[in-house]
């Protein structure tokens, strides 16, 4: 059961983590969601959310963040290990089922260009 939990550790939660994973990462966007992945100097997979207020009001917001996370604490595999993942919520996505998160999300995975360490 200790695999389907979202931790602490697992979530970026300073303002730090987001940037540099701004500045340092491959970012690939569809209509709803932009993903961000960056090694991280965490040695885990991180997760990070923001949607600003274009999204919409603060219950949209947060509706669009829980289902972000719910993806990503269901489906921690897809996430390449050891990288920090933010994904930006754009307009439109809070109106979107889950499965249509997921959809979109796992689009965007098979799509990111990743980093080869040395």
Do not use: W
């Amino acid at each position: 059961m200790r695999e389907h939990s979202l931790t602490a550790s697992e979530r970026l939660q300073r303002r730090q983590d987001f940037l540099a994973a701004a500045r340092g990462g491959r970012r690939v966007s569809d209509r709803h969601f932009s993903l961000i992945l960056c090694p991280s100097r965490a040695g885990r997979t991180r997760l990070g959310v923001t949607a600003s207020r274009k999204v919409g009001g603060a219950v949209r917001r947060n509706r669009v963040k829980r289902l972000i996370r719910e993806f990503f604490r269901l489906n921690k595999g897809l996430f390449p290990p050891g990288h920090d993942a933010v994904v930006i919520a754009r307009e439109g996505s809070p109106q979107l089922s889950y499965r249509e998160v997921e959809a979109s999300l796992r689009r965007l995975l098979a799509r990111a260009p990743l980093e080869r360490r040395a």
